[in-house]
């Protein structure tokens, strides 16, 4: 087990969480032998992937393939009984935050604090790593350089803003998750594959391997994984060196369900008070016909029309559910239609990129969409962001509806630099296109 355990942490501090056969036999000293011992063992199959050296060039490799996401919803009181996902503070696991210095964080930052971390980590069969290798690991699994990510704005109309600078790989999702229904689909290693193969020094290994190991880590990111994984038992070798391993004690006295009879001193807090009084915002399902149109179908000169196309609408919320990291259903995509901006919009030379506006609150949605025809500069700035996730994170809960509305919009700026958060103030550089409206899917049960 120490050999497992010493791989693990070895990968994890490798770069893009990869390294040599031969490197990671000398610098641990444990023969290459025992390393594919462990590679072939049925427990720690989807831990790691070998990824072999093409036939006349390079080296064996290995990739840290353990997948521990984290959950997206953690800091607005995930209210998931059984969410699949670690509830770890995001400013303390996602590349861009660094460390989270708030001294009065409500967030935790220990996995195995809470007893929905352990519950997990004891599902998932990894109570024989330490906390902090497990924290090491949530920090790996949200970085797309140091895991197998796959792009997801890919294939989409438009395609990816980030282009060749995108850090994860553009490649065909849905056949990485045995799922892509298109017969047309090529599934082939195209140039933008080849570069992010060279930017992770595989450019010498074999392809198919390396798909292997995205392969692997979607599988883990699935929100159904926990309940359909099935553990195997540690092999007897692994076990005479060490064998204690234990399940982790759940009867720790800061328990998830006594915060919220705590004094509310934060807004966490106070959310939390409203989540347990408030049935809406518990409720398990929300079935369409429960739920009325929020909106008016147009107002001045801005349209709103419905994404009619059934295999449209699974698309898009495939495609939400991959993005957010969690399993949502979508009750309502919208078109949005504005004939001054469109007119803009073919005079425009400037190639647009997609960005995501959240939403505050629903009712407020045809304030935010105005703004794009204002004449003159906004006097408070619209805040966007490049990324689903992020702006998905930054969307309020309409805890009466129980739903997210989130808006896309192109931006068309000359010297638009990528952030992964602009503040715009020229009405003119921006014209909203979607808007989704969706819920939390409950253990898959839509
Ligand atoms: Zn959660
Ligand atoms: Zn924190
Ligand atoms: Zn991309
Ligand atoms: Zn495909």
């Given at each position: 087990m120490d050999d497992v355990i010493n791989l693990i942490n070895h990968l994890i501090n490798a770069k893009y969480s990869i390294d040599a056969l031969e490197s990671i036999s000398n610098q641990l000293n444990i023969s290459q032998e025992q390393i594919h011992r462990i590679l072939r063992a049925d427990r720690y199959k989807d831990y790691f992937q070998l990824i072999k050296k093409n036939p006349n060039q390079g080296t064996d490799k290995i990739a840290l393939t353990l997948d521990?996401?984290?959950?997206?919803?953690?800091?607005?009181?995930?209210?998931?009984?059984?969410?699949?996902?670690?509830?770890?503070?995001?400013?303390?696991?996602?590349?861009?935050?660094?460390?989270?210095?708030?001294?009065?964080?409500?967030?935790?930052?220990?996995?195995?604090?809470?007893?929905?971390?352990?519950?997990?980590?004891?599902?998932?069969?990894?109570?024989?790593?330490?906390?902090?290798?497990?924290?090491?690991?949530?920090?790996?699994?949200?970085?797309?350089?140091?895991?197998?990510?796959?792009?997801?704005?890919?294939?989409?109309?438009?395609?990816?803003?980030?282009?060749?600078?995108?850090?994860?790989?553009?490649?065909?999702?849905?056949?990485?998750?045995?799922?892509?229904?298109?017969?047309?689909?090529?599934?082939?290693?195209?140039?933008?594959?080849?570069?992010?193969?060279?930017?992770?020094?595989?450019?010498?290994?074999?392809?198919?391997?390396?798909?292997?190991?995205?392969?692997?880590?979607?599988?883990?990111?699935?929100?159904?994984?926990?309940?359909?994984?099935?553990?195997?038992?540690?092999?007897?070798?692994?076990?005479?060196?060490?064998?204690?391993?234990?399940?982790?004690?759940?009867?720790?006295?800061?328990?998830?369900?006594?915060?919220?009879?705590?004094?509310?001193?934060?807004?966490?807090?106070?959310?939390?008070?409203?989540?347990?009084?408030?049935?809406?915002?518990?409720?398990?399902?929300?079935?369409?016909?429960?739920?009325?149109?929020?909106?008016?179908?147009?107002?001045?000169?801005?349209?709103?029309?419905?994404?009619?196309?059934?295999?449209?609408?699974?698309?898009?919320?495939?495609?939400?559910?991959?993005?957010?990291?969690y399993s949502i259903r979508l009750s309502i995509s919208k078109t949005i239609i504005c004939e001054y901006k469109n007119a803009q919009y073919f005079d425009n030379q400037i190639e647009p990129v997609y960005y995501y506006c959240p939403t505050e609150n629903l009712k407020d949605t045809w304030k935010l969409l105005r703004c794009q025809n204002d004449q003159n500069q906004l006097i408070k700035p619209l805040i966007i962001y490049s990324n689903i996730r992020d702006a998905h994170e930054a969307t309020e809960l309409n805890i009466e509806t129980n739903q997210f509305c989130l808006l896309r919009l192109l931006v068309f700026q000359s010297n638009l630099i990528q952030e992964n958060c602009l503040e715009i103030y020229d009405p003119t550089t921006i014209c909203f296109d979607r808007m989704w409206i969706y819920v939390y899917s409950d253990e898959g049960t839509f």
């Amino acid at each position: 087990m120490d050999d497992v355990i010493n791989l693990i942490n070895h990968l994890i501090n490798a770069k893009y969480s990869i390294d040599a056969l031969e490197s990671i036999s000398n610098q641990l000293n444990i023969s290459q032998e025992q390393i594919h011992r462990i590679l072939r063992a049925d427990r720690y199959k989807d831990y790691f992937q070998l990824i072999k050296k093409n036939p006349n060039q390079g080296t064996d490799k290995i990739a840290l393939t353990l997948d521990l996401f984290c959950c997206t919803h953690y800091a607005q009181l995930c209210k998931k009984q059984s969410c699949p996902f670690l509830h770890l503070c995001p400013y303390n696991i996602r590349p861009m935050h660094g460390k989270c210095t708030n001294k009065n964080c409500p967030y935790d930052h220990e996995v195995l604090k809470s007893a929905h971390n352990k519950k997990l980590i004891n599902t998932r069969g990894l109570s024989f790593l330490s906390d902090s290798i497990l924290l090491e690991l949530a920090r790996a699994s949200a970085d797309p350089n140091r895991s197998f990510w796959v792009c997801t704005d890919n294939g989409k109309k438009g395609g990816c803003p980030k282009k060749t600078c995108c850090d994860k790989l553009h490649y065909c999702y849905f056949s990485l998750i045995n799922a892509c229904t298109k017969t047309y689909c090529p599934h082939i290693i195209n140039e933008a594959c080849i570069a992010y193969f060279r930017h992770k020094d595989l450019s010498e290994q074999d392809q198919h391997d390396i798909l292997e190991a995205f392969k692997k880590v979607l599988k883990q990111r699935k929100p159904d994984f926990i309940n359909t994984v099935n553990i195997p038992p540690h092999p007897s070798w692994a076990l005479s060196i060490l064998s204690n391993e234990k399940s982790l004690p759940l009867n720790d006295n800061i328990s998830e369900s006594t915060i919220i009879n705590q004094e509310p001193t934060s807004l966490s807090a106070i959310r939390s008070i409203l989540s347990a009084t408030a049935p809406e915002f518990t409720a398990k399902t929300v079935y369409k016909s429960d739920i009325s149109p929020p909106l008016p179908d147009h107002e001045q000169d801005i349209l709103l029309t419905d994404t009619s196309d059934e295999s449209e609408c699974i698309e898009i919320e495939r495609y939400l559910t991959q993005e957010i990291g969690y399993s949502i259903r979508l009750s309502i995509s919208k078109t949005i239609i504005c004939e001054y901006k469109n007119a803009q919009y073919f005079d425009n030379q400037i190639e647009p990129v997609y960005y995501y506006c959240p939403t505050e609150n629903l009712k407020d949605t045809w304030k935010l969409l105005r703004c794009q025809n204002d004449q003159n500069q906004l006097i408070k700035p619209l805040i966007i962001y490049s990324n689903i996730r992020d702006a998905h994170e930054a969307t309020e809960l309409n805890i009466e509806t129980n739903q997210f509305c989130l808006l896309r919009l192109l931006v068309f700026q000359s010297n638009l630099i990528q952030e992964n958060c602009l503040e715009i103030y020229d009405p003119t550089t921006i014209c909203f296109d979607r808007m989704w409206i969706y819920v939390y899917s409950d253990e898959g049960t839509f």
